[in-house]
T-cell receptor, first 110, second 119 residues
Framework: KNEVEQSPQNLTAQEGEFITINCSYS?????LHWLQQHPGGGIVSLFM???GKKKHGRLIATINIQEKHSSLHITASHPRDSAVYIC????????????FGKGTKLSVKP | GAVVSQHPSWVICKSGTSVKIECRSL??????MFWYRQFPKQSLMLMAT?????????EQGVEKDKFLINHASLTLSTLTVTSAHPEDSSFYIC???????????????FGPGTRLTVL
């Protein structure tokens, strides 16, 4: 079992739909990251959370520390949101490297 | 702010040659840089953690003599794939962590990646 699990693995939506991607983790982390990877490969950091909720434009990320669960929501989805969304946890300790989920491939159809 | 660059963005080389990939933090100082590898349709896998001025820490299964990492300054880390073989073909991504402590400490900034193809 992976230490960071994402669901769903693939997601197809129609433009305008509300989208939720879930992430559960089984290890202690000091922060939870949501990353976006476009087909070209480049990665953009969307959010870094250690508690509560953050919002940036149409994107909302929440985390429940007790339940070790985080969600990424996209409101009014658009074809340009099509990408792979990756959940990652910062490990505790001095190195603080990331452990990654396998990603959720999102396709938003016009 | 917080921009990380990688060079080259793609490289094609013959089997047996060595390839150097650079990772630079452009507007901040990074005491720690991470090197990841991503095979098609798979998630990123940490290869090594690079701390400025000291030897890199390699993950289990990553050959340190094959993947040479140098982090000689607070803004530059290099990954050299020595005697590259076709199975080394992959997407290599670096990330950098700002040396400043506090709330920004956990944040990592990713480079755009380098696609290596070994013929």
């Amino acid at each position: 079992k992976n230490e960071v699990e994402q669901s769903p693995q693939n997601l197809t939506a129609q433009e305008g739909e509300f989208i939720t991607i879930n992430c559960s983790y089984s290890v202690g982390i000091s922060a939870l990251h949501w990353l976006q990877q476009h087909p070209g490969g480049g990665i953009v950091s969307l959010f870094m959370l250690s508690s509560g909720k953050k919002k940036h434009g149409r994107l909302i990320a929440t985390i429940n520390i007790q339940e070790k669960h985080s969600s990424l929501h996209i409101t009014a989805s658009h074809p340009r949101d099509s990408a792979v969304y990756i959940c990652a946890g910062t490990t505790r300790g001095s190195q603080g490297n990331l452990i990654f989920g396998k990603g959720t491939k999102l396709s938003v159809k016009p | 702010g917080a921009v990380v660059s990688q060079h080259p963005s793609w490289v094609i080389c013959k089997s047996g040659t060595s390839v150097k990939i650079e990772c630079r933090s452009l507007d901040f100082q990074a005491t720690t840089m991470f090197w990841y590898r991503q095979f098609p349709k798979q998630s990123l896998m940490l290869m090594a953690t690079s701390n400025e001025g000291s030897k890199a820490t390699y993950e289990q299964g990553v050959e340190k003599d094959k993947f040479l990492i140098n982090h000689a300054s607070l803004t530059l880390s290099t990954l050299t794939v020595t005697s590259a073989h076709p199975e080394d073909s992959s997407f290599y991504i670096c990330s950098a962590r700002d040396w400043l402590g506090g709330s920004s400490y956990n944040e990592q900034f990713f480079g755009p990646g380098t696609r290596l193809t070994v013929l």
